[in-house]
Structure formats: C-alpha cells, structure tokens
C-alpha cells in the first residue's frame, strides 16, 4: 500500500524571496549576479527558459535619481526588463529545502542605475500557493 498527503504546505503560506546577493545594493557591480533565495521550494516551471517581460519574475534595469538619502531607484521610469535565462538550484536551509535563483545580466549595467526585481503572485510553491 501507498500513502501520499500530496504536496505539505507546512507554513501555509506563500513563498516569500529574499536578497542574498550582491550584498552591497547601493554600491553594486556593473556586471552584478543577483541571487534571490525563497522560503520554501517554487513551482520553477515559468523560469525554465529565458525570461521575458511577461515572467513571474522580472528584472528591471531603471536609471537611479540623486535623492536627499543618495541614489535611489526611479520606478516612475519606463525601465529595461533585462532578458536572460536563470540559474535555478535548490539549499537545505533549517530543516526544510528551498529553492535559489541565480540571475546574471547578459549586459554590463551602465552607472547611476538600478535593478528592480519584481516577483509577481503568479509564480508559486509547490503546493499552488
């Protein structure tokens, strides 16, 4: 006999990403590789391949403004989503598995801008949520 709960959500709740590198974002590398690790294993079917605008996730190249706090990111800009195919892996973090995404610019940045990267509610765990 097989037994299978299906896919466990043990937390309930919807992935959540956090910023692992580059670890200085106000002083970042023009040729940066930004590395996003979520709290739980993602559905990773949308990355496979190149990105494109329309991807769960997206990076957004946006000219940075001089502010009273120093450059900050202009998102009233019309930015470049920047193409290029992800690097997907998987961490033992704590004690469950979670899912990285490695993403590198095909192209070096230009100076006094900035990289907003949006994950959109359509890209999801394992377990749909």
Not at 17 to 42: G, K, W, Y
Not at 74 to 102: C, K, M, Q, W, Y
């Amino acid at each position: 006999m097989v037994a299978s709960r299906g896919i466990a959500d043990d937390d309930q709740q919807p992935p959540s990403a956090s910023l692992v590198a580059p670890t200085n974002t106000n002083a970042a590398p023009l040729d940066p590789t930004i590395v996003l690790r979520f709290s739980e294993l993602i559905d990773t079917t949308p990355l496979r391949g190149a990105l494109t605008p329309s991807s769960p996730l997206r990076y957004t190249l946006r000219r940075a403004i001089s502010g009273a706090n120093g450059l900050t990111c202009d998102r009233d800009s019309a930015g470049t989503v920047l193409l290029g195919i992800p690097r997907l892996s998987t961490e033992h973090v704590g004690d469950h598995d979670v899912t990285v995404v490695t993403f590198k610019p095909t192209v070096q940045l230009p100076g006094e801008s900035c990289v907003e990267v949006v994950v959109t509610a359509d890209l999801r765990d394992l377990s749909g949520r």
